[in-house]
């Protein structure tokens, strides 16, 4: 076995990351999930993660829950259990599966924050395009991001040949290295040439970059840096509601279905595998519904 060097997690967590990024395409975000959880397990439990029992994985999951994790979170961790466990086995590392018998926790269909549409405008008309190239470029994100519905990770991986402006359509590889191609529409595509032509450039500096919206050295833009963006846009517009890296993207798909679009669709835009996934938004839609109804029906 070879030495693990100092901060790296065990060489079976190692070994399993590099086998589920290898045969299932998972992006790297998940990936490093799947390691944090593990690595996790093995700095709280005085034994080794293929040396657990049932016992140790039900008492990390009541630790996590008492440190606030919630059943999502929780259903998380332990698919990530099952994952490594029947990767263990196939190996033929261990011969049992502690988590077998245990259930998931129950989970709620929770419904997401909105933002209405004016919250929307607000936002988008927070970054000040004069004022340097970064702004120019996170009011361009921002429309795209509305535009398209696209996850956080999805934008900050496009590049200058995953879009068609011709057509008005962006390619993106989305989870599962599933690739889908979006409309963007009129607007979103006249601020996307216009930046190309105008605020690109002073972002790449003389570098050599194919990332559609480089960051301001002309490198690839990591996720956290333009979700911490948002943040900062919103409270700048004054935006009070709950944010979350799904912000725009929750946002719209519940404004498509508010204004007629029809869910298989919405589901086709999003990259979604399943319509359940999706009919989440029509929770969201109904209840608007049932405000309008409410505020301008005579006997609502």
């Given at each position: 076995?070879?030495?693990?060097?100092?901060?790296?997690?065990?060489?079976?967590?190692?070994r399993?990351?590099?086998?589920?990024?290898?045969?299932?395409?998972?992006?790297?975000?998940?990936?490093?999930?799947?390691?944090?959880?593990?690595?996790?397990?093995e700095?709280?439990?005085?034994?080794?993660?293929?040396?657990?029992?049932?016992?140790n994985?039900?008492?990390?999951?009541?630790?996590?829950?008492?440190?606030?994790?919630?059943?999502?979170?929780?259903?998380?961790?332990?698919?990530?259990?099952?994952?490594?466990?029947?990767?263990?086995?196939e190996?033929g590392?261990?011969?049992?599966?502690?988590?077998?018998?245990?259930?998931?926790?129950?989970?709620?269909?929770?419904?997401?924050?909105?933002?209405?549409?004016?919250?929307?405008?607000?936002?988008?008309?927070?970054?000040?395009?004069?004022?340097?190239?970064?702004?120019?470029?996170?009011?361009?994100?921002?429309?795209?991001?509305?535009?398209?519905?696209?996850?956080?990770?999805?934008?900050?991986?496009?590049?200058?040949?995953?879009?068609?402006?011709?057509?008005?359509?962006?390619?993106?590889?989305?989870?599962?290295?599933?690739?889908?191609?979006?409309?963007?529409?009129?607007?979103?595509?006249?601020?996307?040439?216009?930046?190309?032509?105008?605020?690109?450039?002073?972002?790449?500096?003389?570098?050599?970059?194919?990332?559609?919206?480089?960051?301001?050295?002309?490198?690839?833009?990591?996720?956290?840096?333009?979700?911490?963006?948002?943040?900062?846009?919103?409270?700048?517009?004054?935006?009070?509601?709950?944010?979350?890296?799904?912000?725009?993207?929750?946002?719209?798909?519940?404004?498509?279905?508010?204004?007629?679009?029809?869910?298989?669709?919405v589901?086709?835009?999003?990259?979604?595998?399943?319509?359940?996934?999706?009919?989440?938004?029509?929770?969201?839609a109904?209840?608007?519904?049932?405000?309008?109804?409410?505020?301008?029906?005579?006997?609502?």
């Amino acid at each position: 076995m070879e030495q693990q060097r100092i901060g790296e997690p065990p060489q079976e967590i190692r070994r399993y990351i590099n086998s589920v990024w290898l045969e299932k395409g998972l992006s790297e975000a998940t990936c490093e999930a799947y390691q944090r959880d593990l690595t996790q397990f093995e700095q709280w439990s005085d034994c080794g993660l293929l040396s657990s029992r049932e016992s140790n994985i039900l008492g990390f999951l009541a630790y996590k829950q008492e440190q606030g994790c919630s059943a999502r979170s929780s259903a998380r961790i332990l698919s990530t259990f099952r994952g490594f466990f029947r990767h263990a086995i196939e190996r033929g590392d261990i011969d049992h599966d502690p988590c077998a018998k245990i259930q998931n926790p129950k989970l709620g269909r929770p419904i997401p924050d909105v933002l209405t549409e004016q919250d929307v405008e607000d936002l988008l008309h927070a970054p000040d395009i004069n004022k340097n190239a970064v702004e120019y470029r996170d009011r361009v994100m921002l429309e795209v991001l509305y535009a398209t519905g696209l996850r956080v990770s999805e934008i900050v991986a496009l590049t200058l040949l995953s879009v068609n402006l011709r057509q008005n359509v962006v390619r993106v590889m989305g989870k599962g290295s599933k690739e889908r191609i979006v409309p963007l529409g009129e607007y979103a595509s006249s601020w996307l040439e216009r930046y190309i032509h105008e605020a690109r450039s002073q972002l790449m500096n003389g570098h050599r970059c194919n990332a559609l919206f480089p960051s301001n050295r002309g490198q690839r833009m990591c996720r956290q840096t333009f979700w911490h963006a948002i943040k900062r846009y919103a409270a700048r517009a004054g935006v009070a509601k709950p944010l979350s890296p799904h912000t725009l993207r929750h946002a719209f798909a519940t404004h498509l279905l508010n204004h007629g679009a029809d869910l298989r669709t919405v589901q086709l835009m999003l990259g979604h595998a399943n319509l359940s996934t999706t009919q989440i938004y029509t929770h969201v839609a109904t209840e608007r519904l049932k405000e309008l109804h409410a505020h301008h029906h005579p006997r609502g």
